[in-house]
């Protein structure tokens, strides 16, 4: 039985895995200070494909994180860039020179001049779409692949759901592949997206409590409590002072975000700043948060960034073991459903 159904899930989801290179068509979600050698290998060596996380990295420390996860798998991985890094052209130059296959542009719309560095240099490019006409848009100027991630994920987040983005965009974009990304944390919901025309799909959340994940045991502890209703978005206290929200399980952190919003639009006010200055400070208020609750441990004053899948991290895993499990659950799902000629 499972046997037929395995060859379906695999059908499915061919054109995701022939273009990664990998046995499954499940990337790690980018995730700062999370997503480094140790999980980005493990999860490439699984069989699915592991992307780093650049974040607020510099070309060196990147180019060493590189190095340090092709010491550790041969196997397919990505470079996650954020767009609005002020030295992007050196860490796009950093893949290329370390012959990184695949690399990521997030965090806004890329520009063209990004977009053909990274496709003269021989890598394949995978964007986020946040509309229909975007995606389009991104294919038009060089995009191989889109991401569409809903609402529902971790850290910096859109404003519509996972589900509705699935049904906009998936019909409409069938000229490259698409990964669907957001809230996913069980085989039958990867399997519902596959089923709808994605070609794959993206997990973060998940794998923040793999065995191999460098986060702190308390950091991982706060996801294994945590239930969906806890992972909230950030609260914008002023509209002229627009904020991404930032999706994270609440804590003190959460709270002191928006004390801290008041407290850099009051010295705005008083001229001690100006508009961009202040809401560079309130977006780097994240960045050292983040660290303190990943690498330091401090789940009250750091920041504890999780998709509402977190509810659905019951335990520690070996990361091989989160993606068999995956699979199991789509299987089976397939398997139930399969009429019983087709599994003669």
Known sequence: MSMTAKAHLEHLWRRGREFLGTETAILGGAMSWVSERNLVAAISNA?????????????????????GTQALTKKPFGVNLITMHPQLSELI????KHKVGYVVLAGGLPTAPSIAQV??????LLCFAPTPAFGRKLVRLGADALIIEGAEAGGHIGPVATSVLAQEILPEIRDVPVFVAGGIGRGEAILSYLEMGASGVQLGTRFVCATESIAHANFKKAFIRASARDAMPSVQVDPSFPVIPVRAINNDASRRFTLFQHEVIERFRKGELDQKAAQLEIEHFWVGALRK??????????????GQSVGMVSSEQPTAEIIADLIDQAVKALADRLPAEALA
């Open 293 to 306: 609750g990943v690498i330091e441990g401090d789940v009250e004053a750091g920041s504890l960034m999780a």
């Open 93 to 96: 130059d950093v893949c290329i």
């Open 47 to 67: 069989g699915g494909f592991g992307v780093i996380a650049c974040g607020s990295m510099g070309p060196d420390l990147l180019a060493k994180e590189i190095e």
């Open 119 to 124: 496709k003269e240099g021989g890598a394949k």
